[in-house]
């Protein structure tokens, strides 16, 4: 799914094993969630702002192992910023969080479970 606009709301679900949800927002304002639910998913979410208007990501994941989450949010933030929320629920999973740009930053990560891999990078 992709969005060019002034604010974008963008929603992806997945349930069960081996699926891959891909968001792109672009523009001023965009406010993406996924959830996923089962073995072996992949959730990549990039947002680019294009102005002061910021982004915010949202990415649930329950009941499963071996996951990837991937949150890529840059461009001016402004006033509103970046915010990056990751709530994972199982073991083996890789989680990586990257900001850049003028940012005002807030990155949330829950782990729950064996084994997770977690990597965030929020600066210019």
Do not use: W, Y
């Not at 672009?26 to 993406?32: D, F």
């Not at 649930?60 to 071996?66: K, L, N, P, R, S």
């Amino acid at each position: 799914a992709g969005a060019a606009c002034n604010d974008a709301a963008i929603t992806a679900t997945a349930t069960g094993d081996n699926n891959v949800i891909n968001v792109t927002g672009q523009g001023a304002k965009q406010t993406i969630g996924a959830s996923l639910t089962g073995n072996r998913n992949t959730a990549n979410v990039t947002s680019s702002t294009t102005n002061m208007n910021g982004a915010t990501a949202t990415v649930t994941q329950t009941g499963g192992d071996d996951n990837s989450i991937s949150i890529s949010q840059n461009g001016p933030a402004g006033l509103n910023g970046f915010s990056a929320t990751v709530e994972v629920t199982g073991g083996s999973n890789n989680i990586g969080v990257t900001q850049t740009g003028t940012v005002d930053s807030t990155v949330n990560v829950k782990s729950v479970g064996s084994n997770n891999s977690i990597t965030v990078h929020s600066g210019n």
